[in-house]
């Protein structure tokens, strides 16, 4: 069973930055495809960013030229870079990614937007 890890979300101003982290507790971020999803209190989950295994990205609008999802392979981990935060950017995140047809997701980590 494959096992991701989500750190680095916190408490940030309005502006603000931070870099979340996934790590795996298998070598899977080289070479499978991964999202960073969040959801917020109320809200649906939604995926906010997506790598694929040949490192082609995509972005939900909301997000588009704040955040920038890349991956260290040697690391064996995925970041999430998000820049000019906003009160809306605010949810638990979560990175994820498919293995034969199932959904893995870790626990998430809080991201919280202070204006």
């Known amino acids: 069973q494959v096992q991701l890890v989500e750190s680095g979300g916190g408490l940030v101003q309005a502006g603000g930055s931070l870099r979340l982290s996934c790590a795996a507790s298998k070598t899977i971020i080289p070479i499978n495809a991964m999202g960073w999803y969040r959801q917020a209190p109320g809200k649906q989950r939604e995926l906010v960013a997506f790598?694929?295994?040949?490192?082609?990205?995509n972005y939900a609008d909301s997000v588009k030229g704040r955040f920038t999802i890349s991956r260290d392979n040697a690391k064996n981990t995925l970041y999430l870079q998000m820049n000019s935060l906003k009160i809306e950017d605010a949810a638990v995140y979560y990175c994820?990614?498919?293995?034969?047809?199932?959904?893995?997701r870790g626990q998430g980590t809080q991201v919280s937007v202070s204006s």
């Open positions: 994820g990614t498919k293995i034969g047809g199932a959904t893995i």
């Open positions: 790598i694929t295994s040949g490192s082609s990205t």
